[in-house]
């Protein structure tokens, strides 16, 4: 078993865990879009099922289930695809409310833009939608049709652009 990098330090309260989010915590080898990570920390990464499952025996001795603080800590030392895996566990996981949740989404949506993988933007933008008409909230809406829109246009689904885009403008102009 390789050694396990993504320990929390014991240096202070005000001390930033050191997690190698980039690295297998069993294998070392570099995660890929498809890493895994333990449900309950959210700290510890895999690259692949066998891996968490290899890992799991000694795992579970040292895993305590993070904080809503210390997963806002790992924000400015954590690369963003990284950052969207603590954020999904963040949803799951913490029970969040709705509008926190949709903001998440939102913020996911976002990197995943950027990483330029359209269909999990597409995903998260769907879900804030989703919680935008849950709670009757229309700047969310406008925002959630918007993005979709954006995300629809570059995948040259003009159409369904045109559809988000349209229902964003009547939202904004009302």
């Given amino acids: 078993m390789a050694s396990n990098n993504n320990s929390r330090t014991n240096a202070g309260a005000d001390a930033v865990p050191f997690v190698d989010m980039q690295r297998c915590s069993q294998c070392s080898n570099e995660c890929g879009p498809e890493f895994r990570f333990c449900s309950r920390c959210a700290l510890a990464v895999y690259c692949s099922k066998a891996c968490q499952i290899a890992a799991a025996r000694g795992h579970v001795a040292s895993c305590k289930p993070a904080t809503m603080a210390e997963l806002q800590m790992l924000k400015p030392t954590v690369p963003p695809l990284r950052r969207v895996c603590v954020l999904e566990r963040m949803l799951t996981v913490q029970g969040v409310l709705l509008r926190l949740g949709a903001q998440m989404h939102n913020q996911a949506g976002g990197v ?38 954006t995300v629809y246009d570059s995948l040259g689904q003009y159409q369904r652009a045109l559809h988000h885009l349209n229902k964003h403008l009547d939202i904004a102009t009302q």
Wanted: with cysteine.
């Fill in 112 to 149: 995943y833009v950027a990483l330029g993988w359209a269909s999990r933007a597409l995903h998260h933008f769907g879900c804030v939608l989703q919680l935008a008409e849950r709670m009757a909230d229309l700047q969310m809406q406008c925002a959630g049709n918007g993005n979709l829109g």
